[in-house]
């Protein structure tokens, strides 16, 4: 395999990314204002957007096939203090497997555009219904080392919505509070050397109020990051 096309870090035999060490933590940037977070603001921004840049765009590539386009809902839940909707893959998935995700999946050509194909997705995997969502507009893409080309589409949600899990896909859905992973404070950066090549990621580990572990990183992280730049922006 060349340096150009390394082998996926999660098909690497025993790797487990909690163990890799942490390189750093952003605890010297500032977080997002609460005053962002209001709906209203929420909704300003992306009515309005500020000049900024995305600090990530892709990850190392994987494989020489085509890239396809996808998109995924990046879903914030309207509580007293907001959060983020996200998933735990199944187990036995072939790509991704039991890794912390957004709902969403590759673009089908039936759909419209990208906030469809995110909406369609999520319907599908997790049962939200579009009449609770939404849509604020899209992120910058982020591409995959997998060649998928993702468009985050942020949504508001409202806290009345219901779901029903896709168990052949999802095993778990669940709600992170937005000020926390907003907070470069909680944003933690990796590094490897894998075959002769460095290999850096994000990660943002959550636990859950019961003490379950809700481990976000890579390309999850990363479009995390690139919505904190946008909102602190």
Known sequence: MSEENPVPLSR???FDPRRVPVAGIDAHLPSVPASRLRVEALRARFAAPPAWEPE???EPRF????PAAA???VPLVLRKQPTLLLTQRTVHLSTHSGQVAFPGGKADPDDADAADTALREAEEEIGLSRRWVEVLGPLPTYTTGTRFV????VALVDPAHELALN???VAAAFEVPLAFLLDPANHRRHAIEVSGARREWFSMPWREPDGTERFIWGATAGMLRNLYRFLQA
């Open 71 to 73: 998109a995924v809902l």
């Open 12 to 14: 690497l035999p025993d």
């Open 63 to 66: 494989t020489d096939r085509a």
């Open 56 to 58: 990530l765009r892709a």
């Open 167 to 169: 168990a052949d896909e």
């Open 150 to 153: 993702v468009t985050p589409v």
